[in-house]
């Protein structure tokens, strides 16, 4: 392999590295020659492992104001609905379902009206029932 395909293959490992090129404090090429001079294994990628990674109170301040953002942010969305529109849609929703429950109990009530009917019309094709036959024996 090439030292560009290691260095591609190092640089995936290590996301600090990707991290410190996106905050401009090093360019590619910069770290492609200090790969290349140094090697993978050479203590000076720790200065920018350190430098991209938070520290454990920073990252515990972080996740509070994420929280406390979030939170803020939902308020502020709820501020902006207008409520009468949404009452409205609303509204508009209940009947739609009405309707629907309107068209679901009809169907279901001419389907049994016309089961009961072929039921009628069967026995009547049949004719009267036999004066042998007692209590369904």
Known sequence: MSSKEDFKKFVSLKPYLIDSVDKKEVTWQKL??????????SSVWEKYKKKSEPSST??????????????KDIISSLKKVNMDSLEENISSIRKAVGFLED???????NDA??????????????????ITRFFDD
């Open 103 to 109: 068209l679901a109990v009809n169907k279901n009530s």
């Open 58 to 71: 920073e990252k515990s301040m972080l996740g509070s104001i994420t929280g406390a953002s979030t939170i």
């Open 32 to 41: 492609f020659e200090i790969y290349d001079l140094y090697g993978e294994d």
């Open 113 to 130: 009206k016309e089961i009961a009917k072929k039921n009628i019309q069967k026995k009547k094709k049949k004719g009267p029932e036999p």
